[in-house]
Nanobody, 119 residues
Framework: QVQLVESGGGLVQAGGSLSVSCAAS????????MGWYRQAPGKQRELVAV???????NSADSVKGRFAISRDNAKNTVYLQMNSLKPEDTAVYYC?????????????WGQGTQVTVSS
């Protein structure tokens, strides 16, 4: 089994910065993609950014140029640096990890961390 522990997030004023991180642990053989999704009240969960095992990244148009995703493979950790935050970035942010265990390749989700941007 794989456990994901998220940290960071919180409350910030518009224009400010926050970072979130997600550490994966458990019986992990290897990790493919790691990513961040978010879900605002009354809206569907959406992709924010993803990073592959070889470091290729992709992000939503709404965050391009403001958010940066990175990973530390030695620590099985993915980070999301959020700059120039806007009120519309307010959401619960979820970590997503594709990992191989003895059970095969599966997708795991973090518990979510709240990011609130005040205007």
């Amino acid at each position: 089994q794989v456990q994901l522990v998220e940290s960071g997030g919180g409350l910030v004023q518009a224009g400010g910065s926050l970072s979130v991180s997600c550490a994966a642990s458990g019986n992990i053989l290897s990790i493919n993609a790691m990513g961040w999704y978010r879900q605002a009240p009354g809206k569907q969960r959406e992709l924010v950014a993803v990073i592959t095992g070889i470091g290729r990244t992709n992000s939503a148009d709404s965050v391009k140029g403001r958010f940066a995703i990175s990973r530390d493979n030695a620590k099985n950790t993915v980070y999301l640096q959020m700059n120039s935050l806007k009120p519309e970035d307010t959401a619960v942010y979820y970590c997503n990890v594709e990992a191989y265990t003895m059970l095969g390749l599966r997708t795991y989700w973090g518990q979510g961390t709240q990011v609130t941007v005040s205007s």
